[in-house]
C-alpha cells in the first residue's frame, strides 16, 4: 500500500445505494474502500491464537450473558425466547474476521485513520488498528448485537463482548440517533464524547409545503423505499393496499421481492430521486417506514427512507411501538400504523390534515439542518 493511502473504510457489503457509507468516503480526498463480506464462505483452518481468543471470547460471553439479559430486559423490554440458537453463527463470523484481519495487516502499510462500518468490520478495524497503529472510528450503523434474525441470549451476549473491545478501542463511536446513544454508552460505559450521532440525513432537497395545497385529495399513494426483505411489513401493506385500493410505489434498492410483483406494485429504478419527486407533485404520498418489532434495531431506528420524506416535504407512515412512531407523534410528522388502522390513514391523506403534516415535515425537516432537535 502506498504513503498516501493513509485512510481506510472497511464494509461488508455493497455500498452503491448506502449512502451513509458514501458520505464517509466523500469527506475525504482519497480513501481507500475495502469490501470484506462477511458471508465469504466457510472458515477453515483457522489458527490456534484465532480459536483461542474465540474460545476467550466464549467464556466471557457466558459470564456476561444473565446480566445482560437483566439489563435489556430492565431498560428496554428485551426477553429472549432462544439460549442458544444460532450462536455458532457469530462464533464463525468472529473467526472469519480475525482471518479477514491478519491478511490484511499483511499487505498494508501506512494506515492513519481505520472506518469500520458494522460489526464484522469493527472486529476487523480494531486487529488493524491494535498492529498498524491506526485510530478506528467505528460506525454501528444501528444496534449490531440485537438486528433482524435469530437473537438468542448467548448469541447476543456473545456479540456484545465482541463489540465492547472493538468500542474499547475505537477512538468514536458513531450511530445514527440519540436513543441508540444512550443504549451503547450505558451498555459499554462509553466516556462522554466518544459517541457521536451522525443521523442518516442525506437529502439536501426540500419542496415547499405550498404545493402540497394543489394535489387533489382523491390522488394519494404509498411509496417504499429500500430493501425489499423480511420485517418491513411488506406483505401487510400490499394486503391493506389492495383491500382499500391503494396504490402503492416502490423503490427497491435491490432484488424486488414476489409480493410487490404479485401486488402489481409500480416498480421504480434504485436511481430513485428524479421519480420520487415527480411522483409527490402528482399525488399526496406518504412514505411507509413500517418494520416488525423482532429487534432493538428496528425498534430503535431512524431510517434513510424517513429522512428522504423529511427532505421532500411529504409524510411518514410508521409503525406503533418504534421510536420513529414516537417522533411522528411528538412532532407531527406523518401517521402511526398499529397494524389495523390503514383505513384512517387512508382518509387522513386524502383529508386536511395531510397538508399539516408535509408543513411539519419540511419545518422539521430545515430545523435538522440547523442542529436544533437531537433525534
Not at 437483566?70 to 450462536?87: D, E, I, Q, T, Y
Not at 486487529?127 to 472510528?137: D, W, Y
Not at 420520487?276 to 417506514?289: F, G, H, I, Q, V
Not at 389495523?340 to 430545523?367: K, M, T, W, Y
Amino acid at each position: 500500500m502506498c504513503a498516501t493511502d493513509e485512510v481506510v473504510i472497511l464494509v461488508s457489503e455493497d455500498v452503491t445505494h448506502d449512502r451513509r457509507v458514501l458520505a464517509c468516503i466523500a469527506a475525504y480526498s482519497a480513501a481507500r474502500l475495502i469490501l470484506v463480506p462477511a458471508d465469504a464462505g466457510a472458515t477453515r483452518c483457522a489458527r490456534w491464537r484465532i480459536v483461542l481468543q474465540a474460545a476467550l471470547l466464549m467464556l466471557d460471553s457466558i459470564a456476561c450473558a444473565l446480566p445482560l439479559r437483566s439489563f435489556l430486559r430492565r431498560k428496554w423490554g428485551v426477553r429472549f425466547s432462544h439460549r442458544a440458537a444460532a450462536l455458532p453463527v457469530s462464533w464463525r463470523s468472529f473467526v472469519r474476521a480475525q482471518r479477514v484481519a491478519e491478511r490484511l495487516c499483511a499487505t498494508l502499510r501506512s494506515v492513519r485513520t481505520i472506518h469500520a462500518h458494522d460489526l464484522f468490520c469493527g472486529i476487523v478495524g480494531a486487529r488493524l488498528a491494535a498492529s498498524l497503529g491506526a485510530e478506528l472510528v467505528y460506525d454501528a450503523h444501528e444496534v449490531e448485537f440485537h438486528r433482524n434474525r435469530t437473537n438468542s441470549l448467548l448469541r447476543t451476549s456473545f456479540d456484545v463482548v465482541a463489540e465492547r473491545r472493538v468500542v474499547a478501542l475505537a477512538r468514536e463511536v458513531r450511530v445514527v440517533n440519540a436513543p441508540i446513544a444512550s443504549l451503547y454508552e450505558s451498555l459499554y460505559r462509553i466516556p462522554p464524547g466518544r459517541v457521536r450521532v451522525v443521523l442518516n440525513d442525506h437529502f439536501p432537497e426540500c419542496r415547499s409545503a405550498t404545493a402540497v395545497e394543489e394535489l387533489a385529495a382523491d390522488r394519494i399513494a404509498i411509496v417504499y423505499v429500500g430493501a425489499g426483505t423480511r420485517g418491513r411489513q411488506l406483505d401487510r401493506l400490499a394486503q391493506e393496499a389492495a383491500r382499500l385500493r391503494v396504490p402503492v410505489h416502490a423503490f427497491f434498492l435491490g432484488e424486488v421481492p414476489e409480493i410487490a410483483i404479485l401486488s402489481h406494485w409500480e416498480i421504480g429504478a434504485p436511481e430513485y430521486q428524479q421519480d420520487l419527486l415527480a411522483l409527490t407533485s402528482r399525488y399526496r404520498c406518504a412514505m411507509w417506514c413500517c418494520v416488525d418489532d423482532v429487534c432493538l434495531s428496528y425498534r430503535l431506528a431512524l431510517p434513510n427512507k424517513f429522512f428522504q420524506a423529511l427532505a421532500i416535504g411529504i409524510p411518514v407512515i410508521a409503525a406503533d411501538g418504534t421510536y420513529l412512531a414516537e417522533l411522528v407523534r411528538e412532532q407531527q410528522l406523518g401517521l402511526v400504523f398499529d397494524g389495523d388502522n390503514l383505513e384512517q390513514i387512508v382518509a387522513d391523506l386524502r383529508g386536511p390534515s395531510f397538508i399539516d403534516l408535509a408543513r411539519h415535515a419540511c419545518s422539521f425537516r430545515q430545523a435538522l439542518s440547523t442542529g436544533t432537535p437531537r433525534i
